[in-house]
């Protein structure tokens, strides 16, 4: 007998929320080390609020949220909070009832920029890492470093001369601008729409885009990212931000290995590298000069080793612009890129948890 399609609606729901979500679900381990890691942030998101005043978004669920725009490759936050509204697996893992009313996508985005505003994302990463069933999976020995082109929140438009003179664009909201026979560069020009950004190519006969770096530092025994960061783009960039990121694992009785391309493969980095007890495991760059890196460590088998591994940190900068959506920046400014990027960086270690847990047990 043909079934009839009858649509019935009740009034109470008796199934809870809980009992929704299947037990082998992946967001069920990501959920319990991220509730573990924000319970640990209680007081550095007491100092971001005042004692008194109506009650904001709890910031817990802000960053639960935040994740899972990272995770399902959600485009925009009106789109996210649309999302938390009818999904009721979002409801669960940012701690909504059924019944509990969504916010709107301003007052989101309005309580979204506090967060900004402190360190959040970097002190949610180093705790994630802190816990001990995590932080069995990482080496403490051998690390890769690198460095990735992010495209900034404005026009190739927007970058003017800095007092101001040259031809004005064409009228309208987005006027034409034609920049042919000029020559600009970041020391005459800046962009009106983010000052920060700065106008890089990535290699010979690329196009030049106003665009930042995010930077990010790897263990080599399973893949975590450990550290991250954004700067201005720059030539230098990549070697400063690997001194940074590698400096709270340095200088120790045993030394460590930092694995890089050729990029790195410079006489100063390295040697800067050495004074802090750390073995230089980068590419030779051999392209018409003589590599900093010799046979006192290309000789060892930990060097090819350190070759082969080190390519992995191209998998976490591709999942953060294809599926945590970096391609293009969301925000405008180096604070909000910095949070942004390691926010992403901290989601790429969650996505790939539940996986080692598993193997690890």
């Not at 960053?63 to 485009?75: E, G, K, N, T």
């Not at 201005?232 to 045993?254: M, Q, T, V, W």
């Amino acid at each position: 007998m043909r079934g009839k399609d009858e649509v019935r609606g009740s009034l109470f729901s008796y199934v809870d929320l809980e009992q929704r979500i299947r037990r082998d679900h992946p967001l069920r381990t990501i959920r319990a080390i991220v509730n573990a890691a924000l319970a640990d942030m209680s007081a550095e998101f007491d100092a971001l609020y005042p004692p008194t005043g109506r009650d904001s978004i709890p910031p817990e669920r802000l960053l639960r949220a935040l994740l899972l725009q990272a995770f399902y490759s959600i485009r925009s936050e009106r789109q996210l909070v649309e999302r938390i509204d009818f999904d009721l697996l979002f409801r669960w893992f940012v701690g909504l009832g059924v019944d509990d009313p969504v916010w709107d996508a301003t007052t989101f985005t309005k309580n979204r920029d506090r967060l900004l505003a402190g360190e959040v994302a970097a002190r949610f990463l180093a705790i994630v890492l802190a816990q001990p069933r995590v932080r069995t999976l990482l080496s403490t020995e051998h690390f890769s470093v690198d460095g990735t082109l992010l495209e900034a929140w404005a026009s190739t438009k927007s970058f003017r001369h800095k007092d101001g003179s040259g031809p004005p664009p064409d009228a309208g909201r987005n006027g034409e601008q034609d920049f042919r026979g000029q020559k600009r560069s970041n020391d005459t020009h800046a962009s009106t729409t983010d000052p920060d950004a700065k106008l890089f190519r990535k290699g010979p006969g690329k196009e030049a885009r106003l665009c930042f770096m995010g930077h990010a530092l790897m263990e080599n025994r399973n893949g975590l990212i450990v550290g991250a960061v954004a700067t201005r783009a720059s030539g230098h960039a990549e070697r400063l931000a690997a001194l940074h990121l590698i400096a709270p694992h340095a200088d120790r009785p045993n030394p460590v290995t930092l694995g890089a391309d050729k990029g790195f493969d410079a006489r100063d980095f390295v040697a800067e590298l050495r004074d802090v007890n750390v073995t230089p495991h980068l590419a030779q760059n051999t392209s018409g000069r003589r590599s900093a890196i010799d046979g006192r460590t290309t000789r060892h088998p930990g060097y090819a080793v350190s070759q082969r591994i080190r390519k992995r940190i191209e998998e976490a900068f591709g999942w953060a612009k294809t599926v945590a959506g970096l391609r293009k920046a969301r925000h405008r400014g180096l604070p909000k890129i910095d949070w942004q990027f390691t926010l992403a960086m901290a989601a790429y270690n969650l996505v790939r948890l539940p996986r080692l847990l598993g193997a690890a047990a």
